[in-house]
């Protein structure tokens, strides 16, 4: 498959660096100011050590990128919210053109679910999204396989930044700022941390696994989640789990028609108290009881590999 990669951050690179390994050729990528377009495949590490260096992937104009010959459109930009530009406007000028898409963007299938749905209707292209939820984890993927109508809840732990800095508060007895500046200085959180830590990132993820869950029935968007971050938990309150066999997670969960995601109270030795980054998603199924699906939540080749996935599924 010829993939287009509109982003060129941590994931698009990714992307990018692991296509050949999957057998497929990248024949344009592009960031917010540059694209590089080659029909008959770039040369991937040129572009990548010209971003590196000159902070552009090519001399052209982005739109060419969207204006290039390709199968798929990897869409990789930054989640935005609200109208969840450009991310949208890309996907629906690759929709137009009857292309695919593969989004690691969160934005357009958590703001704009039903926008973009109806845009693939009426499109010779399909659209995926598996890297939007759970990193490496096959959680979408799961869920499509066993059935939509056949699962009841899902809940779980959809962001590594806050689950590092509640089990290191934990283990260490640390309060939160001073966790958040390691986490920062081992490249765990972001130099601004507020979509983790404040809930968000893991919110927009519940809210895409509610759009799946509801197939259609209703559209959920950030603003029908109750969400409740980590910031204001001292370590007085994990020192006081702890004492009862207890941990303090913070736990997103899809069920009953609502989105919530805060902290909660879980057994230490739960499967919902994993320590440091990793991801964990439980579904509760009709006639399996409870699925785990766990791993690698974040970063660029876990990421990519679920971005890959998804266009071996459109082969």
Do not use: W
Request: hydrophobic fraction near 40%.
């Amino acid at each position: 498959m010829d993939l287009t990669i509109v982003g060129s951050g941590v994931v698009g690179r990714s992307v990018a660096d692991l296509a050949s390994d999957y057998g497929h050729r990248v024949t344009a990528m592009a960031d917010s100011s540059s694209a590089a377009v080659d029909p008959d495949g770039l040369d991937v590490a040129a572009v990548l050590d010209r971003k590196e260096a000159e902070g552009a992937v090519g001399t052209a104009d982005p739109e060419a990128a969207l204006e290039a010959d390709y199968d798929v459109l990897v869409e990789a930009t930054p989640t935005t919210l609200g109208d969840a530009q450009p991310g949208f406007g890309h996907v629906k000028a690759a929709l137009e053109r009857d292309r695919h898409v593969v989004l690691a963007n969160k934005g357009p299938v958590a703001e704009r679910y039903a926008d973009v749905m109806a845009l693939a209707a009426e499109s010779d292209g399909e659209v995926r999204f598996e890297a939007t939820v759970g990193g490496a984890i096959p959680v979408l993927s799961t869920i499509e396989d066993y059935g939509p109508g056949k699962i009841s809840a899902a809940r779980g732990i959809l962001n590594g930044t806050a689950n590092f800095i509640l089990s290191r508060m934990a283990a260490e007895g640390l309060g939160y700022e001073h966790v958040l500046a390691e986490a920062q200085d081992l490249g765990v959180a972001e130099a601004d941390p507020s979509f983790d830590v404040e809930g968000t990132d893991a919110a927009l993820k519940c809210v895409i696994v509610a759009n799946v869950l509801s197939q259609g029935a209703r559209e959920y968007t950030l603003d029908d989640a109750i969400v409740e971050g980590i910031e204001d938990i001292p370590p007085s309150a994990l020192e006081l789990a702890q004492e009862d066999g207890r941990t303090i997670r913070l736990i997103g969960e899809v069920s009953g028609g609502e989105v919530r995601v805060g902290p909660r109270l879980v057994p230490r030795d739960s499967d919902l108290a994993p320590d440091g980054t990793r991801n964990i998603v439980q579904l509760e199924t009709e006639n399996a009881g409870r699925l785990n699906v766990s791993g690698r939540g974040a970063g660029g080749p876990e990421t990519a590999t679920a971005v890959l996935a998804d266009v071996g599924r459109l082969e």
